[in-house]
């Protein structure tokens, strides 16, 4: 099998970059050759063309509207997989964000550079919540050390 050419490895660069995916080159290339290379210069030319068809038509609006939903069940505000969750979820996760979004609309409606503003707000949100999970599950381990040497504690 013939290996990409130069502009078709080019082209795949220019495509992840653009996306802002680039950091994760090696894990596309790696799926997509189903394990056999990770590098670009590794791929066929028919793999080549299939990376950057599917590159072409990815919307990146849609990556970040994936990773909100995947934040806010990570955050335990939406949660449940089947069908009927999943539109639940949808309306609750638009309702949180109109009454505490940093932007106020429902996540289709927005721009890009407003779900990136949502998307950093959501990590803030999952970040402070593992913290305030870290925070009790120490709280719970010190007032048990501290019962089993008879400190009583309030």
């Known amino acids: 099998m013939q290996t990409a050419t130069k502009p078709q490895i080019a082209k795949i660069h220019v495509l992840l970059s653009?996306?802002?995916?680039?950091?994760?080159?090696?894990?596309?290339?790696?799926?997509?050759?189903?394990?056999r290379t990770d590098s670009t210069k590794g791929l066929y030319i028919d793999e080549a063309r299939r990376l950057i068809k599917s590159l072409s038509e990815y919307d990146p609006k849609e990556r970040h509207k994936s990773l909100i939903f995947s934040l806010a069940y990570q955050a335990g505000i939406i949660y449940g997989s089947t069908p009927a969750d999943k539109k639940m979820n949808t309306a609750k996760l638009n309702m949180f964000i109109r009454e505490r979004g940093a932007v106020k609309k429902e996540l289709n409606d927005m721009s890009y550079p407003e779900l990136v503003k949502?998307?950093?707000?959501?990590?803030?949100?999952?970040?402070?919540?593992?913290?305030?999970n870290d925070n009790k599950q120490a709280d719970r381990v010190v007032k048990h050390l501290l019962n089993e040497i008879n400190l009583e504690v309030r």
Do not use: D, M, P, W
């Not at 653009?18 to 394990?35: D, F, M, P, Q, R």
């Open 18 to 35: 653009n996306l802002g995916i680039t950091e994760h080159k090696a894990e596309i290339v790696y799926n997509l050759s189903n394990g």
């Open 118 to 132: 949502i998307h950093r707000q959501f990590e803030a949100i999952v970040k402070s919540t593992v913290k305030a």
